[in-house]
C-alpha cells in the first residue's frame, strides 16, 4: 500500500496497491494489459479520492517539447504529456510563440489538459489543440485521436464519458503562432490589469503576467491549502430559464453564450446561498473563492464530498439549479 497524499492538490489521506512512475512510452507499454485496475494520474490537481485506489497507479512523467512542423507562422508543438502545464505556456512565452499564454498557471500536466479542455480567461484547449497519441490501457494499442473525435466541450471531452479511465494519453500536439500580434483580452479582470499598468500594446508575456497576477491573487494555492480549482461546473441556462430567474434575482451575474444560452458563474450561486467561507471541521469553502472547496489539513476525501453534497441541495433549493462537479471523484 502507498500514500497518494503527496500525489493529490487536495491533500486527502489514501492508498494504491502500487505506484508506478512512467518516463517513456516504452516504460507504460511494459505494464500492460495489466491484471491489477489502473488509474492514471497526472499531477493530482483536478481529482478527489473518497476511498483507497484498489489497483495500479500510473503517475505519467513522459516528457519532451519538440517542435515538429511550421508553415509561415505556424508552429505545431508535440508535448509529452508528463510536461508540467503551466512550465510549458512559459517555454511558449520564451519561444514567442502564442495560443497558451490565457491559460499560464493553470495546474497539472499537459496530457491531462484535453481531459476537461481545460480553460480560463476566454481560451480553451481547444483553440490550439491538433492531436493526441493514447495508449489503451486494456489492450496497450497506440492510438491518435485529431480534434473532432475529442468531443471537447466546456469542461469536457470524451475522455471524461464513453472512454473515462481507459486511455493513458503520452502526447499533445498543438499549434502555436510564431510572434503573435493579437490577443484575447476580452476578460474583463486582464484589460483591467493592463490599464492599470499603463500598458497600450501588450505584448505575450504581459498577457501571461496578467493571467499570472490575476490568478494568484484570486485562487487559494495548493501548497498552502489543499484545493482543485472550481470544484463545480458554471452552469449553463436556457435564455428562457434565465429570465425566468432574473425575475426573482434581479442581481444574478450571467455570461452570454450566444442567442440561446446563458452561463451563471457557481460562485455566485453558492456565496448567494451562505456557503462562502464556511468550514466544517477541516473541510471548507475559500474565503478568496466560492467555487474552490478546501481542505484545511485533515479533512477526508467523503468529508469534503459531503459538504459538496450539501452545496449542490442549497444552490437547488434556492434558485432550482442542479450543480455538476468537474473534479473527478474517485
Ligand atoms: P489529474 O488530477 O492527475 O487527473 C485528472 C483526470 O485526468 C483524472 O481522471 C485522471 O485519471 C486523468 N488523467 C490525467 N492524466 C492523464 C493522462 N495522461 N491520460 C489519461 N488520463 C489522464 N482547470 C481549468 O480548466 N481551468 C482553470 O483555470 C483551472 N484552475 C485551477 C486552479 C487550481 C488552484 C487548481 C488546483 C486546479 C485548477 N484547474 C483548472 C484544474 C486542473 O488544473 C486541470 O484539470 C488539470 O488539467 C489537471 O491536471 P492533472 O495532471 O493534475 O490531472
Ligand atoms: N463570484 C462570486 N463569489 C466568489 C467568486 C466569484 O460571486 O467568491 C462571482 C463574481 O460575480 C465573478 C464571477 O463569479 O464575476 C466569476 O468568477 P471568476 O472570474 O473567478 O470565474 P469563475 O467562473 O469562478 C471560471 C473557471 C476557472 C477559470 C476562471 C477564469 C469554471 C468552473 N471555472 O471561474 O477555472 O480559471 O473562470 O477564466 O469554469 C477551474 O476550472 O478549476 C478553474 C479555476
Redesign the pocket.
Known amino acids: 500500500m502507498i500514500s497518494l497524499r503527496p500525489y493529490n492538490s487536495f491533500g486527502v489521506e489514501c492508498y494504491a496497491d502500487k505506484l508506478l512512475i512512467v518516463h517513456n512510452l516504452n516504460d507504460l507499454l511494459t505494464l500492460l494489459p495489466s491484471a491489477m485496475p489502473i488509474l492514471i494520474l497526472g499531477e493530482g490537481s ?1 481529482i478527489l479520492f473518497t476511498k483507497n485506489w484498489a489497483g495500479l497507479v500510473i503517475l505519467n512523467r513522459i516528457k519532451g517539447i519538440e517542435i515538429i512542423k511550421e508553415s509561415g507562422d505556424e508552429v505545431w508543438v508535440k508535448v509529452g504529456a508528463g510536461e508540467n502545464w503551466h512550465e510549458f505556456t512559459q517555454w511558449a512565452v520564451d519561444n514567442n510563440l502564442g495560443g497558451v499564454e490565457n491559460l499560464s498557471l ?1 495546474y497539472g500536466t499537459v496530457g491531462a489538459a484535453p481531459i ?1 479542455n ?5 481560451v480553451e484547449l481547444e483553440t490550439v489543440f491538433e492531436r493526441l497519441e493514447t495508449v489503451i490501457l486494456a489492450t496497450g494499442e497506440v492510438k491518435t485521436y485529431e480534434k473532432a473525435a475529442c468531443r471537447f466541450g ?2 469536457e471531452s470524451v475522455f471524461k464519458h464513453e472512454l473515462k479511465n481507459q486511455h493513458c494519453i503520452v502526447s499533445v500536439t498543438l499549434k502555436l503562432q510564431r510572434n503573435p500580434k493579437k490577443f484575447n483580452t476580452d ?1 474583463g ?1 486582464i484589460a483591467l490589469f493592463l490599464q492599470n499598468k499603463g500598458i497600450k500594446t501588450p505584448t505575450l508575456r504581459d498577457i501571461s503576467q496578467a493571467v499570472i497576477a490575476i ?1 494568484t491573487q ?2 487559494p494555492n495548493p501548497s498552502e491549502m489543499g484545493n ?3 470544484f ?3 452552469p449553463v441556462l436556457s435564455k428562457r430559464q434565465y429570465n425566468e430567474l432574473l425575475q426573482q434575482f434581479p442581481y444574478m ?1 450571467s455570461f452570454a453564450l450566444n442567442e440561446t444560452q446563458v452561463k451563471i ?4 450561486l ?3 446561498s451562505g456557503w ?1 467561507g464556511r468550514r466544517v471541521d477541516d473541510a471548507g469553502v ?1 474565503e ?5 472547496l478546501v481542505n484545511y489539513g485533515q479533512a477526508t476525501g467523503m468529508e469534503i464530498k459531503h459538504l459538496a453534497l450539501d452545496i449542490l441541495q442549497s444552490v437547488k433549493q434556492k434558485f432550482g439549479i442542479m450543480l455538476t462537479p ?1 473534479v473527478n471523484i474517485f
Open positions: 483536478n493553470i476537461q481545460i480553460g480560463a480567461y476566454g466546456y469542461r476578460y479582470d490568478r484570486k485562487l482543485a480549482g472550481s463545480f461546473k458554471n451575474p458563474p457557481a460562485a455566485w453558492i456565496q448567494q462562502r475559500a478568496k473563492h466560492a467555487l474552490v468537474e
